[in-house]
């Protein structure tokens, strides 16, 4: 009987231990640290990979096609095969600009556990170190990190379209896309350091070629979290004319379409046929999670844009689009490509050409980027 009741109190104090088995996690800027709670299955402990997300602020995205749970986090996508121990991870090199691959074996599967999926204790604790060996420890009982998920905006990248030998749209009295935009990405440099602490950097500092693949790699390379790539429009129709803002998706009507065409025949004029395929290779065209784990930002950025532009300089509005743009393609940051209006048509290129224009359309961007970051920095900060 006295054997019976202490086996009886073991087993209620082992259930206790089992339900309230946590892992400290603890991002190393701050003292503050979460409780991940974690359960028993098949004899082993486990923690939902969603709690976890909810801390690390990465991206979840279960794809039923391949039976597989894509999880985005610091840069990398780890793919886990369901009901598998093998883990894919998937991460962008700074220096030669292409995905690299990685397979890791954590013995116990990822399961469907009571509707969520749950991974073994033993996958935090010792393969995501690992898999960030610079940045996640494992000590004393606590899950230490050493980076966040883009925490703040601190670098942005300002890419002026073409730029040498291609002069970009032409307009009248010998209009030149290249130039226009290369002034106003450099006033646009001053207008965001003068006020907010950011690092703007230029993808051309004067009249030279940069291919379009050249441009994003220069912003992935710099670490840069957000690339805006500034462009006038030009159009058969004299009368075109107005301001719109891009996200990079399919071009939905004829107007995106032609947008598209005019800034992708770059690669075909000026840098070959090879430059076009590699264009459309695997190893370019980064994934579709991390591209949808920027898209929401990325709309989020173009309305800040395209409305704070039509409202100060009072051009037409063409609202926000999206196309398949290349220079955008290959960006790990939110992104977005802006058309300040048409060189084509005769009052909007004259206008484009002058500088109090210029400083118009420069206010209301460096408004637009402002706005945007107080949203950003404030939604990625820890409350
Ligand atoms: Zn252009």
């Known amino acids: 009987m006295q054997n019976k009741n202490l086996f009886l109190i073991l087993a209620l104090l082992l259930c206790v231990s089992f339900l309230s088995a946590q892992i400290k996690v603890q991002f190393t800027d701050s003292d503050e640290y979460y409780l991940l709670e974690t359960f028993e299955h098949k004899k082993l402990n486990y923690f939902k990979l969603a709690d976890f997300n909810a801390i690390v602020k990465g991206q979840m995205k279960e794809i039923l096609l391949d039976d597989r749970l894509h999880f985005y986090v610091f840069k990398k996508e780890i793919s886990f095969c369901i009901e598998s121990s093998f883990a894919h991870v998937a991460s962008y090199n700074n220096k030669t600009g292409l995905l690299e691959d990685e397979y890791y074996n954590f013995y116990y599967p990822i399961s469907y556990i009571k509707g969520e999926y749950s991974l073994p204790e033993h996958f935090l604790l010792d393969v995501f170190p690992q898999i960030f060996p610079n940045s996640v420890y494992y000590e004393d009982g606590f899950l230490l990190l050493n980076q966040r998920n883009n925490s703040s905006i601190k670098v ?105 065409a005019l800034e992708n025949a770059v690669v075909i004029e000026f840098e070959g046929e090879e430059a076009l395929q590699e264009y459309s290779q695997a190893d370019y065209v980064i994934s579709d999670l991390i ?32 196309a398949n743009f290349f220079v955008l393609r290959g960006a790990f940051m939110p992104s977005i490509l802006v058309e300040l209006g048409f060189i084509s048509n005769f009052e909007e290129g004259k206008k484009l050409n002058k500088e109090n224009y210029q400083d118009n359309l420069v206010e209301s961007m460096f408004y637009g980027i402002k706005s945007f970051k107080l949203h950003y920095d404030r939604n990625n900060s820890l409350e």
């Open 291 to 322: 591209q949808s784990a920027q898209l929401i930002e990325s709309i989020n950025l173009a309305y800040k844009f395209q409305n704070n532009l039509v409202l100060e300089t009072e051009a037409s509005d063409r609202g926000v689009k999206s």
């Open 156 to 260: 942005i990248v300002l890419d002026p379209g073409h730029g040498g030998k291609d002069p970009g749209a032409e307009g009248a009295n010998g209009l030149q896309e290249k130039h226009i935009v290369l002034n106003i990405a450099k006033k646009l440099k001053v207008r965001i350091e003068e006020e907010l602490d950011v690092r703007v950097l230029l993808t051309r500092e004067d009249d030279s070629f940069v291919s379009l693949k050249d441009r994003t790699l220069f912003a992935n390379a710099n670490n840069a979290d957000l690339f805006i790539s500034i462009h006038t429009n030009a159009a058969e129709n004299k009368k075109a004319h107005g301001i719109e803002v891009y996200y990079l998706s399919e071009a939905k009507n004829d107007e995106s379409r032609a947008a598209q």
